[in-house]
């Protein structure tokens, strides 16, 4: 069983499965425990030392999931370094990236599974066992706007199948809201003019492996999930956009007078 949830920092984070792995070492063991770690891909990133470095304050600028706390002691990279692993972990290790923060880093970890050819974005994720997560920062729906949030069902990452996130604030009111890391994106915006916004639906548009309910409890009750995404939201996601959730609405999208007080 996979772990779905991560504590970094005073952050919680929600756990999406890659499919990728990294290479086990037949001298050391991976410690199946979640882990931060910022991954470098050769589809965006030159894997050189100084490269690298320019890339984590970068990250820091335009990124709101990443944060110093994924500078860990592990790294991953995707590709081959011209520098070569042990000499690009010398190179790195308690350089300071970020202000004030060193970077401990003891480990280098090189990918395996991923599919030939395809894009790999660099960023925050984490590593548990051999799998590699994407990192999802959870917010609170501090305004009650949430009828339900999701994520990507297991497999299927940024396609049109989806779970609920079955988790409310640390507070215990309102719903959690899991935002993916902007940095997974970046490479997709030439054909993606969407890539990178976090968009919430209506709750009259169908997710596929969710329940829709049209704003009425009886027709959320009556109905079991969706068997599949209405094609306007396909539209949005193949566009580039990541569904986090559907809103509140009234019964059935009708007007609706208040009541006197």
Not at 104 to 115: F, M, R, V
Not at 229 to 252: E, H, N, P, R
Request: with cysteine; charged share 20%.
């Amino acid at each position: 069983m996979h772990p779905q949830f991560a504590t970094l920092g005073g952050n919680r984070y929600a756990l999406v499965a890659t499919g990728m792995r990294v290479k086990k070492s037949c001298f050391t063991s991976l410690p199946d425990v979640v882990r931060p770690a910022l991954l470098f891909s050769e589809t965006d990133t030159r894997l050189v030392s100084d490269q690298i470095l320019v890339q984590v304050a970068r990250f820091q600028e335009l990124d709101d999931v990443f944060d110093s706390n994924f500078l860990s002691n592990v790294l991953i990279i995707h590709g081959r370094s011209p520098e070569g692993s042990n000499k690009l972990r010398q190179r790195l290790a308690k350089t300071q990236p970020l202000q004030g923060k060193s970077w401990l880093l003891d480990t280098i970890y090189t990918t395996q599974g991923a599919l030939t050819g395809s894009h790999i974005p660099s960023g925050p994720y984490f590593l548990c066992g051999q799998d590699i997560f994407q990192a999802w920062k959870i917010y609170v729906d501090s305004f009650s706007s949430f009828q339900t949030t999701v994520l990507p069902a297991p497999g299927s990452p940024y396609q049109y199948v989806f779970r609920n996130l079955d988790s409310v604030g640390s507070d215990g009111q309102g719903l959690s809201v899991a935002v993916p890391s902007r940095l997974y994106s970046l490479g997709c915006k030439d054909n993606k003019p969407l890539a990178g916004l976090r968009i919430a639906i209506k709750d009259n548009f169908r997710l596929e492996g969710t329940r829709c309910s049209l704003g009425c409890r009886s027709f959320l009750a009556t109905y079991g999930p969706d068997q599949e995404t209405a094609d306007y939201v396909k539209t949005l996601i193949d566009l580039g956009a990541c569904i986090v959730g559907k809103t509140k609405m009234t019964a059935f999208a009708s007007s609706e007078t208040p009541c006197d007080s």
